[in-house]
C-alpha cells in the first residue's frame, strides 16, 4: 500500500467532518472533568484545517508538507494544551515522511510512531495519568512491536487501534493526575478523559479511511 | 443562558475589535497577528518588557492590564484557552526594548506549553531573552507542600502589578522575575462559586451547582472545588475564606497586607463589600494592617456567581510595587 497527499487531505477530510459529529459528546466528556469546551476546541482547531486543506494545500504533493501545515494551523487556532499536544503528534509525524510524495507501509509505521511519542514527549505525562497518552502509548507501542515481528500494516494497525480502545476505555476508572482535571481528585473517577477519547477517534478513523480505500481499490 | 452576542465562533474577535476601537490611546492590535495587543505608549529603551496573557472570559484579565505601570503586550486566548505560541511570539517581538521580556501567566498545562513554545521560539529565532514568572495563589487547588501543582487566579493581578512596578523602576530582566517570583510566593487567595458561567459556543453550565449550595476552592474555569454545602452567610464564608489563607501562610500581628476582594462576574460590588467588610474584622483583630484594598471585579469567569480574597503579604519593596501608579483601560490607580 502506498498513500499520497492526496490521502492526507482526505484523511484529514474525515476527521474535520467526524469532530463535527462528535463535538457534542466530546463536550459532554469534558464537562465532568473541565470546563467542557474539548469538542468545541477540536472543531475550532480542525475547521481552521479544513481551510487550509481547501486552499494553501489543495495542490500539495508533499505528504509531510501536509501535515506539518495541518498542525501549525491547529495550534496557531487553538492554544490551550492540545493545540501543543497535536501539533507536536502531526509536526513529528511529518518529520518522519520529509518530503515524500509517497509513502509506504514502514513510512506510514514511521509517522504514527513518531505521533504518539511527540505528544507524550510535549506533555510530560504517564500511562495512568487520564489522559491522552493512555490512548496513544498503547497505540504506538503495539503499532511498533507488531509491525516488527508481522511486517504486516493492516493487521498491526488494526491490533494498534483496539489498543488505543483499550486505553481510552481504562481512562474511566483513572485518578486525573494532570491538566486541569487533576485537581478534581476521586471525583475525576468514573469519567473517561475527553483527550484519550478525541485521541482514539482520530487514529481509528486512520483505520476506517484505509479500510475505506481497500474496499474500493478492490 | 442569555448573551448579548452576533456569533459565538466570533466572540473573541470582536470584543478585541471594539476593545482595540475603545481605547486607541492605549492599546493596539499588531497587524501580525489579531490576538497579540501592546501599549500604544511610547516604551521607554532598556525597560524589561512584561508580557501577559491567557483565555478570553476573564476580563479584564488580561488584555485590561495592558498599560503604564502594569503589562506592555498581551497574547489573548479562546475563550478559557491559552494562546497559542504565534500571538504570543508577536507581542515578545513588539515590546523588546533589548532588556528582554518576562512572561506572567497562570498555572495550567496549556498555558505552560504555550508560552514555553514561543519562550524557546524567541531565544532560538529571535534571540530574545524571555524568563517565566508562574501564578500559583489558589489555597485550595493542591496541597500546602505542592504549591507548584497550584492554579493561578485572582492573585495574577498582584503578580502583574508587582511584576509591572518593577519593569518600571528600571530593574533588570533577573530583577523583575526576582520581585514577580516574591510577589507569588506571598500571595494567596481562596474562593467561593455560587452559579455557573456557560461557554458561549456550547451554552451548557460549566458546572452543577444546586439553588441553596455553594462551592468552596471553585476553579476560575468552573473545576470542581474542595467541599461543596448549603450556601452560608457572607460573614461565615469570608471567616472560611480567610481562615484557610492563614492557615497557609505566616501573616503575623503587624505584618501588611493587600487585600483583593474578586468578583467572578455577576456577584455584585454590594455582596463584594459585605465579604471585604468581615474580612477587614478579622484582619484588624489579628493585629494585620491593611496596607491598600481592591475590592471589583479584577479576574472574572463570564457570568459565573462568587468572588475571591486574596492577601499578599508585603515588605518594604512589595508595598512600593503596589503604591506604584497604573494607568490602564481598565485599571486605573494613582
Known sequence: MVLTAQDFRNYFKQIVEMIEEEKDYLCELDRKLGDGDHGVTMSIGWQAVNEKLDNELSQEEDCSKVSIVAGKTFLSAVGSSVGPLYATGFMRGAKEIKGQTEVNEEDLVNYWVAFGKGIKERGQAEVGDKTMVDTLEPFFRTLEEEYASSRDFSESFSRAVDAAKAGMESTKDLLSKRGRSSRLGDRSIGAQDPGATSAYLIVSKFQEYLQGELAQAK | ?334
Open chain 2, 1 to 334: 443562558m442569555k448573551k448579548l452576542m452576533n456569533d459565538p465562533r466570533y466572540v473573541v474577535e470582536e470584543m478585541i475589535e471594539g476593545y482595540v476601537k475603545a481605547h486607541p490611546d492605549y492599546i493596539r492590535q499588531l497587524p501580525e497577528n489579531d490576538r497579540a495587543l501592546v501599549t500604544a505608549k511610547e516604551t521607554r529603551e532598556g525597560k524589561v518588557g512584561v508580557l501577559i496573557g491567557g483565555g478570553s472570559g476573564h476580563e479584564p484579565g488580561f488584555l485590561g492590564y495592558v498599560g503604564q505601570g502594569m503589562a506592555d503586550g498581551v497574547a489573548v486566548g479562546n475563550i478559557f484557552a491559552s494562546p497559542s505560541p504565534d500571538p504570543i511570539l508577536e507581542v515578545t517581538k513588539a515590546i523588546d526594548k533589548g532588556a528582554g521580556v518576562v512572561y506572567l501567566y497562570g498555572n495550567y498545562a496549556g498555558d505552560i506549553m504555550n508560552f514555553g513554545m514561543a519562550a524557546e521560539m524567541a531565544d532560538l529565532e529571535e534571540d530574545i531573552r524571555v524568563e517565566t514568572a508562574i501564578a500559583s495563589d489558589d489555597v485550595a487547588s493542591a496541597p500546602k507542600d505542592e504549591k507548584e501543582k497550584r492554579r493561578g487566579i485572582a492573585g495574577e493581578f498582584f503578580i502583574y502589578k508587582a511584576a509591572g512596578a518593577a519593569a518600571d523602576f528600571g530593574y533588570d530582566l533577573d530583577e523583575v522575575v526576582r520581585v514577580a517570583k516574591k510577589a507569588n510566593d506571598n500571595t494567596r487567595s481562596m474562593g467561593v462559586g455560587l452559579s455557573p458561567c456557560a461557554l458561549p459556543q456550547t451554552g451548557e453550565p460549566s458546572f452543577e451547582i444546586g439553588e441553596g449550595e455553594m462551592e468552596i476552592g471553585l476553579g476560575h474555569h468552573g473545576e470542581p472545588g474542595i467541599e461543596k454545602g448549603p450556601l452560608e452567610t457572607a460573614d461565615r464564608v469570608a471567616d472560611r475564606l480567610v481562615n484557610d489563607i492563614l492557615e497557609d501562610i505566616t501573616i503575623s500581628r503587624g505584618d501588611r497586607v493587600a487585600v483583593l476582594v474578586n468578583g467572578l462576574g455577576s456577584t455584585p460590588l454590594m455582596e463584594q463589600y459585605i465579604v471585604f467588610r468581615r474580612v477587614e474584622q478579622i484582619l484588624s483583630e489579628k493585629g494585620i494592617e491593611i496596607y491598600r484594598s481592591y475590592v471589583g471585579n479584577y479576574i472574572t469567569s463570564l457570568e459565573m456567581g462568587g468572588l475571591s480574597v486574596t492577601l499578599m503579604k508585603l515588605d518594604d519593596e512589595l508595598a512600593k510595587t503596589i503604591d506604584h501608579p497604573v494607568d490602564c483601560p481598565m485599571f486605573v490607580q494613582k
